[in-house]
């Protein structure tokens, strides 16, 4: 599976600010959903269609409907939870479920310390949000944990990514479809993504 780049220019901009230290909490939170909200509209691109008839103030007309294709928003707490609102400006039937994995700071390893699903997970479409995907530990941790419960198919949403990350990622998930704003080169000893944005939870809730 293709990693999805994407190079809009109104989505590069947001990143720029995003990756600026001087932004501050309150602009961060928004560019964020903001970005979500152009990712949303990238991921969504192959939503099948069907027509339905409708009746516009003019006349009789044969128009287009997306054909009932049930999603799930999947935040990975804590920082997942950033993006949550993007996606539901454009999508606002879609379940949330909530997955909680934090990286071990001396192992660097995803440990699982919440769950919480929709009982028809598997007949959902799954859109597992990070902001970062940098190691990709946590990321194809939850990928795993929602194959298992039997989710239709999953598409990674991350805004800035690193190599190791997307490599783990094709390696234990090639099925999963990742949509990133940008591949960095690196990852420093502590695991963050260099250049980067810093740490995006504590970024978004202020927590630094
Ligand atoms: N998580 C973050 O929040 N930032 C990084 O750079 C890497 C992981």
Do not use: W
Not at 32 to 42: D, H, S
Not at 54 to 63: D, E, G, K, L
Not at 143 to 162: D, N, P
Request: charged share 20%; aromatic share 4%.
């Amino acid at each position: 599976m293709p990693i999805n780049v994407l190079t809009h220019p109104l989505i590069q901009h947001k990143l720029t600010i995003l990756r600026d230290k001087d932004t501050g909490v309150k602009v961060f939170r928004e560019v964020v959903g903001e970005i979500a909200m152009l990712m949303c509209y990238e991921a969504t691109r192959s939503l099948p269609l069907e027509d339905i008839e409708i009746i516009t103030p003019i006349a009789a007309a044969t128009s287009k409907t997306v054909s009932g294709k049930k999603l799930a928003l999947v935040p990975i707490l804590r920082a997942g939870l950033g993006m949550v609102d993007g996606l539901l400006n454009l999508i606002p039937s879609a379940k949330v479920a909530h997955i909680g994995i934090y990286r071990d700071p001396d192992t660097l390893e995803p440990v699982e310390y919440y769950c919480k699903l929709p009982p028809d997970i598997m007949e959902r479409d799954c859109f597992v949000l990070d902001p970062m995907l940098a190691t990709g530990g946590t990321a194809a941790a939850a990928c795993q944990y929602l194959k298992e419960a039997g989710a239709r198919s999953i598409k990674l949403l991350t805004i800035l990514s690193a190599p190791p990350g997307v490599e783990k990622m094709q390696q234990e998930h090639p099925d999963v479809e990742v949509y990133t704003c940008a591949i960095d080169s690196i990852l420093n000893e502590h695991g963050y993504i260099v250049p980067g944005l810093g740490d995006a939870g504590d970024r978004i809730f202020g927590t630094k």
